[in-house]
């Protein structure tokens, strides 16, 4: 199967936003989530998606940064009582984007950039980014083996999810023919993820 990873990352945050927005209302109403940092007051319009998709024609990033940022959102979940919701997931994934970009990548574009496409102003954008890097004990460091289970559980997530589109050859996410889809997954396509 044909994908691109910040397709896999589209997918596997949408499943757990699902998964975790269906958890809050089937709890008791004592159940609050921790307010994050990342939360707005509402819900963005935009799809995950999308909004991927966005960083993907625009910012003119590696794809290897899009499993990192999945790496330091799941970090970050981990280590605190956050949940993922839509109140938050844009946020903190634009924030995970642009700091694994900026870890990833030589070259890359100042955070005015990353602000007009993520929709943010660039003081929201400077505060995301500490945050997180606060979070992350400005620990960005991934060893090899740890990039490579993920993207491997990344793409058996995603193709068991779409077993039925790829039996009619069509791929979910873009509607588009399997064999018009790039394949990324190479070892050249890791960047400058490198083992300790």
């Known amino acids: 199967m044909a994908f691109e990873y910040w397709q896999l990352l589209s997918h596997a945050l949408e499943q757990t936003v699902s998964r975790s927005s269906l ?20 819900a ?8 991927l998709e966005r960083f993907h024609r625009y910012a003119n990033c590696s794809s290897a940064c899009f499993p990192v940022a999945y790496i330091y ?14 109140l938050n997931i844009h946020r903190l994934m634009l924030a995970a984007v642009v700091l ?3 870890y990833v990548d030589d070259e890359y574009a100042d955070n005015r950039m990353y602000a007009l496409i993520g929709g943010v102003k660039l003081e929201e954008i400077n505060r995301l980014e500490g945050c997180l890097l606060a979070l992350l004990r400005f620990k960005l460091f991934i060893k ?53």
């Not at 018009?180 to 993820?193: F, H, N, P, Y």
């Open 23 to 42: 958890t809050w209302t089937s709890t008791s109403h004592s159940f609050s989530p921790t307010i994050s940092p990342f939360d707005s007051k509402t």
């Open 100 to 102: 694994a970009i900026k």
């Open 144 to 196: 090899q083996e740890t990039y490579l289970e993920v993207v491997n559980r990344l793409i058996k997530r995603y193709e068991q999810s779409h077993a039925a589109f790829k039996e009619k050859g069509v791929d979910k996410d873009s509607q588009k023919p399997l064999h018009a889809i790039k394949s990324v997954g190479s070892a050249e396509t890791m960047g400058d993820v490198q083992e300790q």
């Open 73 to 86: 959102m799941k970090r970050v979940l981990g280590s605190t009582g956050f949940v993922l919701s839509r």
């Open 44 to 51: 963005p319009a935009i799809s995950v998606h999308h909004y």
